[in-house]
């Protein structure tokens, strides 16, 4: 017995998800300097480069810290926040890139934020083995490495260059 064939309707696909799309220079040359140092993800930007870019539009900026130091520490206006690990064990995020994918399309610029730049270029390891093109990590963090009196934020990160943030 044969079956007449059913009209099966597609899934509309968002063009951010179907299609990579130009980067903006800034992202093509941190995409160079990734490749000529064997990167696995996309590259790195400044905090400065960074802000510029969410600012425009070219860019999502994407919070990878746990939710308690987004609350506690402060966190960046109106970012996307998915963790990439969480509780005070910082155990890793299983879901990861599939909450990733969620919010943001696989070929869309997007600029992974943590604390000093350390996880958040594992969160960009993770996201281009899941098939992100465009993963980056926002060098420096949110707060900085520490300097010699072991405090953060005196050196670089997002804070000391005066970059917009808030604090819950």
Do not use: I
């Amino acid at each position: 017995m044969t079956y007449p064939a059913r009209a099966v309707p597609a899934t509309p696909v968002p063009r951010a998800a179907a299609t990579p799309t130009a980067l903006p220079p800034v992202l093509e040359k941190a995409r160079e300097a990734a490749a000529a140092a064997g990167l696995s993800y996309a590259g790195g930007v400044t905090p400065r480069d960074a802000w510029e870019l969410v600012q425009s539009g070219q860019a999502r900026l994407v919070d990878v810290r746990s939710g308690e130091e987004r609350k506690f520490v402060g966190h960046v206006p109106d970012t996307l926040h998915v963790a990439w690990a969480t509780g005070t064990a910082l155990t890793r995020n299983p879901r990861f890139a599939r909450e990733l994918e969620a919010k943001v399309g696989k070929h869309e610029a997007v600029l992974l934020l943590c604390r000093s730049g350390k996880r958040s270029a594992l969160a960009a390891e993770a996201a281009a083995r899941a098939g992100f093109t465009a993963a980056f990590n926002v060098l420096e963090g949110f707060e900085g490495e520490l300097d010699a009196e072991r405090h953060r934020g005196r050196r670089d990160g997002w804070r000391f260059h005066g970059l917009p943030w808030v604090q819950d």
